[in-house]
């Protein structure tokens, strides 16, 4: 078989049956052997009866989420080809040549692409404002940003891929994210990836749809800043410790003067912040990838992993041993001072130039210390991946 046609399903007993002869229609005229496949996810209504009379084949989904539906479905599909689209009356299911086209010419993912700037066409009333001008947008950049992905559309319903794709993408979410990360797997693995045009029309239910505007688009930007430590970790920890570095390094010098401006021990305590702020959130980067590889979420790189073959947990270990004791030291010499002044008062900023960076490295040494552990931990259960890599 050709294609399969699958549509996740959940009471769309108003629109089904009108998507289901679509769907077999455009199989027919696009001159290839298809099938229809519901995915019902617990449907109360006359859906799965209706998919059975219209031609289809039901699936049923036990566990709920638009994630879990679609999974269930391309895994009992018998087509070499998928297309996946809502039952919603949304998409045309009639006109699928173009998606056909793209896959009999070798590619392993096809978007379809709604919008203006891909291409695409949006039917007056198909799309509320908030979704076209805001949340798909917003969302597209930052999956072409973070993942260059080549997608317009990142969040269209209607798209094609092989099975062999499906199962090199390893897809593991079970709600509205199951979108977003198909396309950024598909764009880290490899995958050969276009966009056709299409067209969004409106709804076709009188009800409301399931897709919750605020709560949905928050997972999707949650699920690309986790799948993405670089940017939610990595590049603002590499900024703020480097800045709060080079303030706590130039103020234990003494203050700094910018005209009618002055730079000291309060400026060198946030510096002291930043640097610390800036050193956890290094760490929760590294944390986070070695996690994301382990779920199979991330794919392993090459690089870090030798960085971190590198690093063992001794080295950490040792680091943050060095750094605690360059912390106690200084204190110890603050502590000598205020001995000699016959433990009375000290010049302020002289005293707090020494205990700042003081305490900052004492911090700094506990952070390696149990960072090392834990990394020592995440790298117990992660020991064949990093094996493979």
Request: hydrophobic content about 45%; glycine content about 12%; aromatic content about 10%.
């Amino acid at each position: 078989m050709d294609l399969t046609i699958v549509m996740p399903c959940l009471n769309e007993a108003e629109t089904l049956a009108t998507c289901i002869r679509k769907a077999l229609l455009g199989i027919q005229s696009a001159g290839i052997t298809g099938e229809v496949v519901i995915a019902d996810n617990g449907s109360t209504d006359d859906s799965r009866e209706i998919a059975t009379r219209e031609g289809a084949r039901v699936v049923s989904i036990q566990h709920k989420g638009y994630g879990n539906a679609l999974r269930g479905g391309i895994e009992a599909a018998e087509g070499k080809w998928i297309l996946m689209g809502d039952a919603d009356d949304s998409y045309d299911f009639s006109n699928i040549s173009a998606f056909v086209n793209m896959l009999q010419q070798g590619h392993d993912l096809v978007m379809g692409c709604r919008m203006p700037s891909g291409g695409g066409t949006v039917s007056p009333g198909a799309m509320p404002w908030k979704h076209r001008w805001i949340g798909n947008p917003v969302l597209t950049f930052i999956g072409r940003l973070f993942f260059k992905a080549p997608a317009h559309d990142f969040h269209c319903g209607m798209r094609g891929f092989t099975k062999e794709a499906y199962t090199r993408m390893e897809l593991r979410t079970t709600g509205m994210e199951f979108a977003s990360e198909m396309v950024i797997k598909a764009t880290l693995t490899g995958l050969k990836i276009t966009e056709v045009p299409i067209t969004l029309y409106p709804d076709g239910r009188s009800r409301a749809p399931h897709l919750r505007s605020w709560r949905d688009g928050w997972r999707h930007l949650r699920f690309m800043l986790l799948f993405s430590p670089r940017w939610l970790f990595l590049f603002p920890g590499i900024l703020v410790s480097l800045i709060g570095s080079i303030g706590l390094g130039a103020l234990a010098l003494g203050n700094m003067i910018f005209g009618r401006v002055v730079l000291d021990v309060g400026t060198m305590m946030v510096s002291s912040m930043m640097l610390l702020l800036g050193t956890q959130l290094l760490w929760l980067a590294v944390f986070t990838r070695e996690f994301g590889v382990a779920e199979g979420l991330l794919r392993p790189n090459q690089r870090l992993r030798k960085i971190l073959d590198a690093f063992s947990l001794e080295w950490g270990l040792a680091l943050g041993m060095l750094m605690a004791l360059a912390g106690l030291g200084l204190l110890g010499w603050a502590f000598l001072d205020w001995e000699h002044a016959g433990f009375q008062g000290l010049s302020y900023g002289t005293n707090l130039r020494r205990i700042i960076p003081a305490s900052t490295l004492i911090v700094l040494g506990v952070q390696f210390l149990f960072g090392s552990f834990f990394l020592g931990v995440l790298g117990l259960r992660t020991v064949n991946h990093n094996r493979e890599t």
